[in-house]
């Protein structure tokens, strides 16, 4: 699966903002915001403009998901060696 920004809009919806008002507090474009909708990776730069304006670890906006594909193909890897 990959990287997941649900926490962010957790965040957002606890905070009362929307994507707009993320885009205006972290000074970012629209496009930096709709590859964040579709779980897209961002810069580094970017991470630390959210984290800063939470005031929060990078944990607590993105989280990295592992797809049941991705363990089984693991697991057989690892078998193999």
Do not use: D, G, Q
């Given at each position: 699966m990959g990287f997941s920004y649900d926490r962010l809009w957790r965040k957002l919806f606890d905070?009362?903002?929307k994507k707009l008002d993320l885009?205006?507090?972290i000074v970012?474009?629209?496009r930096i915001i709709a590859k964040i909708g579709r779980d897209e990776n961002v810069s580094m730069?970017?991470?630390g403009r959210i984290c800063k304006y939470f005031k929060c670890d990078v944990g607590e906006v993105l989280e990295?998901?592992?797809s049941p594909i991705h363990i089984d193909k693991?697991?057989?890897n690892e078998r193999s060696e």
């Open positions: 905070e009362k903002m885009k205006k507090a970012t474009s629209p730069e970017i991470l990295y998901k592992i693991f697991n057989r």
